[in-house]
């Protein structure tokens, strides 16, 4: 909820409405994991509303999600029995498209920022234009690049990413990571005990330094 103008979702439900329109056969359904209207940063019920795809939608509980009392097993099955994960905006790692290669599901991403790293199994969307009205130049995908995308995954037929799950595994997996950090602690305990714990001895120069003296008039 707090990066709902970031993500450009006006764009996503448009690009969605396009493909309902073009494959009504797909049945399609969406659901959305985040603040409908308060605590969000925008009215996503009215923009759901004005997109026409609200009677498609449905929304996480919006009790539980103020209260934190969804777990993480939850989400991984919210991941798991979705066809298709969508996230075409600028991220700065890129957590969903992760958790979609985790599972073994498509994801829609951007073609710029990290999507492209990250994504084994989906469908990339080009950069329309640039957002400027912000303090940060964002880049903004066209709905009917979006539109595509998902017509790209559904044409492909259902099945599971096993190049994206495999990638997680070997990556991004407790194991790798944990051993990762690990590595950073022992550098930054190094560093510490070489350049914080201590007062340093003065060098040659700082010593001749020392004994000049200097009259000032």
């Known amino acids: 909820q707090a990066n709902q103008r970031r993500k450009y979702l006006r764009e996503t439900f ?18 959305l994991h985040t603040q409908l209207r ?5 009215e996503l019920d009215l923009m759901l509303a004005e997109d026409g795809i609200e009677h498609l939608t449905r929304c ?22 979705a066809d298709c994960v969508m996230d075409c905006c600028l991220e700065g790692y890129g957590y969903s498209h992760v958790q979609s290669q985790a599972v073994g599901v498509p994801c829609v ?19 329309h234009h640039d ?11 066209h709905p009917g690049s979006i539109a595509q995308a998902l017509e790209t995954i559904y044409k492909a037929g259902p099945g599971k990413g096993t190049e994206g799950v495999e990638w997680v595994k070997q990556n991004l997996s407790w194991d790798k990571i944990a051993g990762q950090w690990i590595d950073l602690i022992d550098e930054v305990m190094e560093i510490r005990e070489t350049y914080s714990m201590y007062i340093p001895a003065p060098g040659p120069s700082l010593r001749r330094r020392a004994k000049q003296i200097i009259e000032l008039h």
């Open 14 to 31: 448009q690009g969605i409405r396009l493909f309902n329109e073009a494959y009504p056969e797909a049945h399609t359904r969406v659901y």
């Open 38 to 42: 308060r605590g969000g940063e925008q």
């Open 60 to 81: 996480v509980d919006q009790y539980a999600l103020s209260m934190g009392s969804i777990s993480e097993e939850q989400i991984a099955k919210i991941f798991s029995v």
């Open 109 to 127: 991403t951007l073609n710029e920022g990290p999507g492209l790293e990250l994504i084994k199994y989906g469908a990339a969307v080009p950069v």
């Open 131 to 141: 957002d400027y009205t912000g303090l940060l130049v964002k880049p903004v995908p």
